[in-house]
């Protein structure tokens, strides 16, 4: 089996805008394909990470994505963690639920990306903002 070396790294995108979204869906992508996730993982972990990115952007104004290679025995993976200081989420578990929206969409972001990456954890801290912490493993 060919094994990358992983090499402890990570890489910060400010979100404050659309093309803020376009980056960072841009470098997980890139870390995604740098440490061999097939092509189909690979559009999921960007798609996850453009759903937290767009979160950030429509309920937060600004924040950051932080996209790093994590490592357990013979596993690879990314984890991704989204943190805003925007009015963070009232109601996590109604949050989670499909179709639940505070801002006119479909509700199905949040659930949605927890479906499409092996961990998931969302704390909230209602007026001093949100932090998504996802894994999705090779």
């Known amino acids: 089996?060919?094994?990358?070396?992983?090499e402890p790294s990570a890489v910060l995108q400010p979100?404050?805008?659309?093309?803020?979204?376009?980056a960072a869906r841009q470098l997980a992508r890139r870390l995604a394909v740098e440490i061999g996730f097939s092509r189909p993982d690979q559009a999921l972990i960007a798609t996850a990470v453009s759903e937290l990115a767009r979160n950030i952007v429509k309920y937060a104004d600004e924040g950051e994505i932080e996209l790093?290679?994590?490592a357990s025995g013979t596993r690879f993976g990314i984890k991704v963690a989204a943190r805003d200081r925007g009015p963070g989420v009232e109601d996590v578990e109604?949050?989670?639920?499909d179709g639940y929206s505070t801002g006119n969409s479909l509700g199905l972001g949040l659930p949605g990306t927890r479906r499409i990456v092996d961990d998931f954890e969302i704390r909230s801290e209602p007026g001093?903002?949100?932090i998504v912490t996802v894994a999705k493993w090779r």
């Open 15 to 22: 979100v404050s805008c659309d093309s803020d979204v376009v």
């Open 1 to 6: 089996m060919n094994v990358p070396v992983m």
């Open 94 to 97: 109604l949050a989670m639920q």
């Open 128 to 130: 001093r903002g949100l």
């Open 68 to 70: 790093c290679t994590i």
